[in-house]
T-cell receptor, first 114, second 114 residues
Framework: DARVTQTPRHKVTEMGQEVTMRCQPI?????VFWYRQTMMQGLELLAYFRNRAPLDDSGMPKDRFSAEMPDATLATLKIQPSEPRDSAVYFCASGWPVGYNEQFFGPGTRLTVL | AQSVAQPEDQVNVAEGNPLTVKCTYS??????LFWYVQYPNRGLQFLLKYITGDNLVKGSYGFEAEFNKSQTSFHLKKPSALVSDSALYFC????????????FGAGTRLFVKA
């Protein structure tokens, strides 16, 4: 049963610390998405990649957030420095490259910045 | 620009009754439309999609959705609700003119009462 995996599942950190979240997409998927979910803003698209290249990261605060795909089996989302307003659940999703295909979501990383 | 609206924050229905969760969209060109469900502390799960063809689409767990082009709607339906259907439901839309960006609605919380 192929699944998107995310680590860590929970992260509590103090303001100013660096946070790195990792995602392993489903083998064979070459489109990867990062979302952030909060009660106030709902589900927001932060960035997405195709074949490891960033296609759109306009939803991401550039001054502190960065997203990369070092290889086809790993996507990372980094926040440096973290702030309390970054507290949210961060989801990674993957899919096949054709646009009408659905996305497969990971279980999320719940981030709390104190 | 693409957009999707879920006009109801919450829908309450009694077990055994039919349910409808509403969704309207705006997109350039022909739309690709999706419904996802999110259970507590989980990632989103794909339910069904409309790409082309028959306006009535059947999906997982007995759900179906009706595409109405003239009303730009894609309402989710189920003939007989179960308590286990209680969850957060997201409608999503993607245009077919390049890119892979999918826009998600704000979500509708469904409560099914026994």
């Amino acid at each position: 049963d192929a699944r998107v995996t995310q680590t860590p599942r929970h992260k509590v950190t103090e303001m100013g610390q660096e946070v790195t979240m990792r995602c392993q997409p489903i083998l064979g998927h070459n489109t990867v998405f990062w979302y952030r979910q909060t009660m106030m803003q709902g589900l927001e698209l932060l960035a997405y990649f195709r074949n490891r290249a960033p296609l759109d990261d306009s939803g991401m605060p550039k001054d502190r957030f960065s997203a990369e795909m070092p290889d086809a089996t790993l996507a990372t989302l980094k926040i440096q420095p973290s702030e309390p307003r970054d507290s949210a659940v961060y989801f990674c999703a993957s899919g096949w490259p054709v646009g009408y295909n659905e996305q497969f979501f990971g279980p999320g990383t719940r981030l709390t910045v104190l | 620009a693409q957009s999707v609206a879920q006009p109801e924050d919450q829908v309450n229905v009694a077990e055994g009754n039919p349910l409808t969760v509403k969704c309207t969209y705006s997109v350039s060109g022909n739309p690709y439309l999706f419904w996802y469900v999110q259970y507590p502390n989980r990632g989103l799960q794909f339910l069904l999609k409309y790409i082309t063809g028959d306006n009535l689409v059947k999906g997982s767990y007995g759900f179906e959705a009706e595409f109405n082009k003239s009303q730009t709607s894609f309402h989710l339906k189920k003939p007989s609700a179960l308590v286990s259907d209680s969850a957060l439901y997201f409608c999503a839309v993607r245009g077919n003119t390049g890119g892979f960006k999918t826009i998600f609605g704000a979500g509708t919380r469904l409560f099914v009462k026994a």
